[in-house]
């Protein structure tokens, strides 16, 4: 029934452009607000309808405005959401994204008055009707049952991952591929480079293992090839969402059976393109303008 089925997080993101990043106790004027819906797994799955794959979320959100927002958001993105749970009384994931101006680069603050999404909640004929799973590390226990389901069915899981404790590590354990911040790689490293982190990721199971290092590219390893896949030379306006964007054309590049230098170059220029624009959806390109971007990209030194 669909390419791509995501699990996780989906939030209403409220965006605000900064002349510089405020000190303590400073008064500010904003040179533009506006809203959007943001959240890993969300916008992983608006990335992969953008680029034409059909991809349905499955989450939960509260039965306030702000749940309907993005309820119609992904309506007009064209990602199902027929399985997405609405807690009654429940109070939508929201954050507040400050975007400095001058350099792109955004502070985040969000709140969450949510029940987990409960393992019971999810279909599991609904769930593995997706060729790939995709979850990230905010429903843990959902995710981990549905991880179990598609590892038994034969089908791919990919993990987006920031932090790790016990839970999350039987996440890692379950999937094939695993995409990281480079906060998350460092946890993982004895130095700067990243590589030893890799392996060790790989030590727990996943066949592929990619960290995202913003301006400085990815770092991916698979099937013992390792390398540093640079970035793209754009004009930065906001970076929110890049990571979620780089894991839908990440996605992408799986379902086409890409190799993962491929993959790493679609998912860089996704993920670049994505921050000539404030939030982290409004800059989301079709594959014919990913296409037309490639012809002349240049990559950073």
Known sequence: MFDVIGLGASACDFLSVVPHYPAVDERLRMLGVQRQGGGEAATAMVTLSRLGMKASYVGKVGDDEMGR????????????????????????????????????????????????LAPDELDEGFMLSAKILHVDYHEPEAAITAARWFKEAGKTVVLDIDTIDSQLQKLVKLADVVIGSEAFAKRFASGSDYFDAVENICSLGPETVVFTLGEKGCLCRSRGEAFVQPAFEVDVVDTTGSGDVFHGAFIYGILHNWDLRKTAEFSNAVAAMKCRKVGGRAGIPTRKEVDEFLKNAKTKK
């Open 69 to 116: 927002f993005m309820l119609d958001e992904f309506m007009r993105e064209g990602v199902d959401t027929s399985r997405v749970v609405v807690e009654k009384g429940g109070s939508s994931v929201f954050a507040f994204a400050i975007v400095d101006k001058e350099t792109g680069k955004r502070t985040i603050l969000w709140h969450k008055q949510l029940e987990p």
